[in-house]
């Protein structure tokens, strides 16, 4: 019966961890801390484009592709190697949601006051604030990282690709070039057909 339910979560499981780690994927390219317009003109400078006022974490993008790959491998693998595709993938995501907590609560004071530098701006005039992208993000990361979780425990019990989707081995390719002799013989039948034989002559 466990087993059972573990074989039906691989569909919604795969499903999340592809929404996740997608959505952080997004989020992570995005910029993820901004100083607002208002706050520069009401400080004296002007209002430059979104980059030169963001921060962005390309680690997190970065690492959500990778969490990304990781759900695609997971798909058409089989055995240890799936497992460790899904531990891979648990690593990924835990450092997405590292990296964005890191950057956007511990360190945003430190990158409010790297902003004003380069914007030439006093530093405790302006506060960076954060963006909808690092909420997409941060969501997304945990998301990837609880699917992540639940694939490592779970893929033992998860359904296989058939060997039938794997490279021909020398063996099958053999047999292919030396045909049985029954498909040999249905292939002269047909050749025989196409010259205009009569296979009901005999």
């Given at each position: ?36 317009e208002a706050t520069l003109r009401a ?48 690593l990924a995501a835990a450092g997405i ?95 025989s057909l196409d010259e205009g034989g ?5």
């Amino acid at each position: 019966m466990a087993e059972s339910r573990a074989r039906r979560a691989f569909g919604p499981v795969v499903l999340l961890g592809l929404v996740g780690s997608g959505a952080a994927a997004i989020g992570g390219h995005k910029e993820m801390l901004t100083i607002p317009e208002a706050t520069l003109r009401a400080a004296g400078g002007i209002a430059p484009s979104v980059a030169d006022r963001s921060v962005e974490f390309p680690l997190a993008g970065a690492l959500a592709l990778v969490a990304l790959a990781c759900w695609g491998v997971l798909l058409v693998t089989r055995g240890w190697v799936r497992r460790v595709v899904a531990a891979l993938g648990l690593l990924a995501a835990a450092g997405i949601f590292a990296v964005v907590v890191v950057g956007g609560f511990v360190q945003d004071d430190q990158a409010s006051t790297d902003l004003a530098a380069r914007l030439g701006l006093d530093g405790s005039a302006v506060d960076a604030g954060r963006t909808s992208w690092l909420w997409v993000a941060l969501l997304g990361a945990l998301v990837a990282l609880v699917a992540a979780g639940l694939a490592v425990r779970l893929v033992p019990s998860w359904p296989e690709m058939g060997s039938r989707y794997d490279a021909p081995t020398s063996g099958a390719a053999t047999t292919a070039a030396g045909k049985e002799p029954e498909e040999q013989s249905n292939l002269d039948l047909w050749k025989s057909l196409d010259e205009g034989g009569d296979p009901t002559a005999d």
